[in-house]
């Protein structure tokens, strides 16, 4: 039977998570719906697209935050169900009920997630993902590669059994990705900018 300690929490982690942060900016400032701006989708990089490079990083920072502070209650408080608020809050940026349930790809949630799980798998991922951005330009390929160097990471430097959540990550991000990975894989993935 389900704990409502352990309901609450994947409620509002989910919730939390689900706030669309990269819609609600656009409509606010420029009274446009980013859904309807490049590739349709609600997070920083599309937003960057819309032109306005400051609502685009106040997307990714807020995107980040919606992660950061409900996990960051659950590990002082709560510590035995933070892979569950985690995961919550994800499914949240990518499955939205506001939305239909269709959100964004969850990578800077995922970031946000790392930042409180363990600051060192985060700067790994952020120096692969830049490193990545840097020598090809697609946004799409630096989070693959970023979020699948993280469970290879785990599995030979961590004593514990960590990577299996992180290999999970993966596989999420890898799924919200399926149509960049068509793209990329016929040389038609549009190239960002995030400067």
Known sequence: MLNFDLFLIILVSYLFGSIPFGLLLTKIFLKKDIREIGSGNI???????????I?????LVLDILKAVLPILYVKFFMNDYLYISALSIFIGHVFPIWLKFKGGKGVASYLGILCCLDIFTALIFGVVWISIFILFKFSSLSSLLASLTI???QFFYNSNSDYYFYFMMFILIFFTHRENIKRLR??????????
């Open 55 to 59: 609502l685009g990083y106040s997307t």
């Open 186 to 195: 016929n040389n038609t993935e549009s190239k960002s900018k995030i400067y």
């Open 43 to 53: 997070g920083a990089t599309n937003v960057l697209r819309s032109g306005n490079k």
């Open 151 to 153: 469970p290879i990471f």
